[in-house]
């Protein structure tokens, strides 16, 4: 009995102690230093030891501007036994939050003078000068304690130190050093480059780390200074530069690094710069010798001629789609080929019927889950496009049960609920859409988010849905590249249905079915008008960015895009749009864009 009870002592006291612990934190995080600086001293009173208590107490002290209280806390902690030397640096800094600089200098001093008797506490202490940005004396730190003991290595934390300092070029060298002598991974370097370097090529660092890299390319030629000028020019978006180093790459490691020409040639085209990522795909074809990879490169070529193609050059595609297929096969190495024609069969020379055979002979192959998922997923679109709605249901539910947790299977489902849209079952539509909403896909999210709006937003004003079912008309015309049809659809909306919820859903699908069509004037009145008329609705911050879209890029007015994306920034916080709209903006206000 007396044993239980010595138990349940125990484990009423580690539960109070945790609490306490909790709530300290809790009130601290919150910036309650009051109800903090309670609980802070009463843990520090039980384990005296616990740094984390000690620093929270001094930290709620000087919060509350108690400087007598931390100090009087902190001189009776270095008068025990062995204290750790950085509450020297607590306690200099308690002196320096008053402006007493002479006794705060005293005790960083005495910091310093530690590492002296043991340099092992050099990382702590000038870690801990970081913290309170004492960059001087953090230097100092690591650089006595390397002087003392050659085998500690804390050039890393000095080169940041520097960055932190400004001086950008002492930085770059350092961090230079530590990867021609293997110290430091170059991704670690890259992600601490990124601060000082933006896309503007002429800008002071830019220009500070290319020089440094060119000289030590010039004194030593190694290999890594051709991967970091490649990573240079491709923040700066100057891709044949890139290029002209990643071939010089590609010769040196002797054919082992195609996957970087890949990559490069991948954002090259992300990024409209079509004719530099036509000329990476056609060297990667001249000199590779794996068949995926030579075939991933012509796909990527034939995309690049489809961008704006006319009857002439789909014939010349289609021959190129019709040798490939004489030359591979079908075979499931080469899935992206078959899915490739089958798409181009149906969305750019309007014939489904044989798109389906070709991917119902591919399903045929021996494939894995994903694989099959993949084709059926191509095969479901091309269904839609062919209004066989519930063949194409059929394959999209098959891959949802599949792949449940998967994003090829959110994905499949929200292909379900777009099929339904499209049918006209807006109920089925809006069950799959409400689960879609907590989709690990940004994206997938958003999209339900939106159809889901548009759904139950224009069934509760018009029960009988007329003015939605024209929409659905309007949206499948569109995914059937029946753009010109669409917008008379659309049009039909505007007329009838006009000051329902539907008139700005209808203006943003017609004003970016306008953008397809290059009538750019017109769209930018669309946008406007939803702007004008329904500034506080949902699709305010889409018109928003769409308009910043269309200035910057092209009516060519950086003034009028910045006003749009401003909008955004400091009325849509929330929205989809937001991290986009911001990077925009500041790109074009001239900042510095990692």
Known sequence: MKSCLCIFLLI??????????????????????????????????KDPRRTDYTEGLIACYQQLERYEDAEKFLLHALEMGRPYPTLFIELGYNYTLQDISEKADQYYNKAIAVIDENPNYGYGIGFRFQKYALLDYALKAYSRAMELNPKLDYNFQMARIYGEQGNIDKMFSAYLVLIRQGKASMSNVIRNFDDFISEDAESENNIKLKTILLQNAQKDPDVIWNQLLSWLFVQQKQYSSAFRQEKAIYKRMDGSSMQRLENLGNLALDDSDTEIAQSIFEYIIENTNDEVTKLNS????????LLDADEKVLNTVQEQYEELIEIHGYKSQT????????????????????????????????????????????????????????????????????????VLGQNARYKVAQTSFYKGDFDWALTQLKVLRGSTSQLIAN????????????????????????????????????TKEAISELNGILLDHKGEKIED???????????????????ELNYRKIIEFYGSGILADDAYFQLGELYRNVFNEPEKAKTQYEKIIYNYQDSYYFPQARKNFRRLRGDSIN
């Open 298 to 305: 012509q796909l990527n070529i034939i995309d690049i001629q």
């Open 335 to 406: 899935l992206q080929l078959q899915i490739a024609y089958a798409n181009f069969l149906t969305f750019k020379k309007d014939s489904p019927e044989p798109a389906i055979e070709i991917l119902k002979n591919s399903l045929e192959l021996p494939l894995n889950a994903r694989g099959t998922a993949y084709v059926k997923l191509a095969l479901g679109d091309i269904l839609v496009f062919n209004k066989k709605f519930n063949q194409a249901l059929i394959y999209f539910s098959q891959i949802q049960k599949k792949l449940k947790n998967d």
């Open 505 to 523: 859903e209808a203006l943003l699908k017609q004003g970016e079915l306008l953008e397809g069509i290059k009538e750019y004037a017109a769209a």
């Open 12 to 45: 009423l006291t580690t539960s109070i102690f945790a609490q306490e612990d909790f709530l300290a934190k809790r009130y601290f995080e919150d910036g309650d230093y009051e109800k903090a600086v309670v609980f802070y001293e009463k843990l520090v009173e």
């Open 447 to 482: 999209d339900a988010m939106q159809l889901s709006l548009l759904i139950s937003d224009n069934s509760l004003e018009d029960s009988t849905q007329t003015a939605l079912r024209k929409y659905a008309r309007a949206d499948l015309l569109a995914y059937q590249n029946k």
